[in-house]
Nanobody
């Protein structure tokens, strides 16, 4: 059973930075594509970024391109989301997701999920 545990969320002022981490256990981490999604209150869960198992390829939502960076350390079984130039509209619960069969931008592309970490950006 895959377990994903996010950390690093918090309250930050607009223009600030945060780095989210997601610790993976329960399967071979390096065989999984990883993704980050976010969900604001009353809204559907939306794609943020994804990275292939090797880390060679990444893909971002237009809303975060140039500000967020996804990366992974297969030796530490951890995926990261570096978030810079944060905006109030980035406020949401951020979820880490994993899947061994591929990568994508839909929540249905990922079979395993963490519990989420709150990111709040004040104006």
């Amino acid at each position: 059973q895959v377990q994903l545990v996010e950390s690093g969320g918090g309250l930050v002022q607009a223009g600030g930075s945060l780095r989210l981490s997601c610790a993976f256990s329960g399967r071979t981490f390096s065989s999984n594509a990883m993704g980050w999604f976010r969900q604001a209150p009353g809204k559907e869960r939306k794609f943020v970024a994804t990275i292939t198992w090797s880390g060679t390829n990444t893909y971002y939502a237009d809303s975060v391109k140039g500000r967020f960076t996804i990366s992974r350390d297969n030796a530490k079984n951890t995926v990261y989301l570096q978030m810079n130039s944060l905006k109030p509209e980035d406020t949401a619960v951020y979820y880490c997701a994993a899947d061994p069969t591929g990568w994508g931008t839909s929540p249905s592309s990922f079979g395993s999920w963490g519990q989420g970490t709150q990111v709040t950006v004040s104006s």
